[in-house]
């Protein structure tokens, strides 16, 4: 699951801080239980020093090394029994007289080798959560809010159907796919005017997908090729602004056809969809425009890959949001 850099490094400082905030915690309450048994530091410093003396004992090369290391070791056993004596009565455990590691797996360090740690993976989720939320605005997005109500019931003879019908297929076909998704998930094409839900259930799908641990990349077009502008205009040499978009789990670039189109944006447009589709990363697109605006607006390679290799959904009603202030 890639996560942005961003997201890493905001994850990775948390950690960090939870880490330094643990021993600090930690060494606070061993410091309170050394007040109140003076006697248990003291055997700590004796047991420091006799590890101490073993280690003398070791490279010792006069007198007898068995005789002196037995004894080391009675007197250790000794000490380590009067700890235990003193723990017991005070009903404390061994291990709360030393920092535990916030994470057991990693340390804190938030790698296991080469491997992110599922500590690290869950602060980099909580972090997109966050982005996410920051992008999507309401943060009321949920498949639980989507209303079927406000799409018509009535049947349409163009459609042989109701639009309420169509959309609550797309409604069950959205959820199992947010549901279920995985990395060889297909890619989608939302395809209506506006304020029929296209953006809503984007953002239901974005969140129900990163609560699942996946990395989403959610770009209303207007921040997709700024981003690609200042990638090319104002390139930073620490940190790609568009790396993001070709590296996540799922990519959501939502009101295609509301930019002004340039040979810069459309050039952009068909890097991004034809490197994810060649990597097979699953992407999902919503714009207003007609289907027979595509090819024209943008290019017949665009056009090919939107219509061959995406699932299509059509959405069908009036502005939901006209509805929802009268």
């Known amino acids: 699951m890639a996560y942005s850099d961003a997201i890493v490094q905001r994850a990775l400082r948390r950690l960090q801080s939870e880490k330094e905030q643990n021993e600090q915690s930690s060494r606070a309450r061993i410091a309170a239980i050394y007040e109140k048994e003076p006697r248990l530091a003291e055997i700590e410093r004796e047991l420091r020093k006799t590890a101490a003396h073993v280690l003398a004992v070791t490279f010792r090369t006069q007198g007898d090394p068995v005789s002196a290391m037995q004894q080391l070791k009675k007197e250790n056993l ?18 709360d007289l030393a920092v535990q590691p916030i994470c057991p797996k990693c340390g804190g360090t938030g790698y296991v080798g080469a491997a992110m740690c599922e500590c690290l993976k869950e602060l980099c989720r909580q972090e997109q959560k966050k982005e996410l939320s920051a992008l999507l605005g309401s943060g009321h997005e949920s498949f639980e809010k989507f209303r079927l109500d406000l799409y018509p019931a009535q049947y349409d003879e163009r459609l042989k159907t109701s639009p309420r019908t169509l959309m609550e297929r797309t409604y069950r076909d959205t959820l199992a796919y947010a549901q279920g998704f995985s990395c060889a998930s297909p890619s989608l094409l939302f395809v209506g005017a506006t304020g029929l839900g296209k953006t809503f259930l984007s953002a239901c799908i974005a969140r129900t997908v990163a ?48 930019e002004m189109t340039t040979q810069f944006t459309v050039s952009a447009l068909y890097q991004i969809l034809n490197t994810r589709l060649l990597e097979g990363r699953p992407t999902i697109v919503s714009t207003n425009l007609p289907l027979g605006d595509i090819a024209p607006r943008y290019s017949a390679q665009i056009y090919s890959r939107l219509l061959g290799a995406y699932r299509l959904y059509k959405f069908y009603g009036d502005d939901i949001r006209f509805k929802l202030h009268t």
């Open 78 to 95: 000794a000490l380590q029994q009067e700890r235990d004596w003193i723990l017991q009565t005070e009903g404390l455990e061994p291990d």
């Open 211 to 258: 609560e699942r641990g996946f990395s989403v990349s959610y770009a209303p077009v207007s921040r997709l090729f700024a981003a690609f502008e200042a990638d090319k205009f104002r390139p930073d040499p620490d940190a790609s602004r568009t790396a993001e978009f070709f590296s996540c789990d799922l990519l959501i670039i939502d009101d295609l056809g509301t």
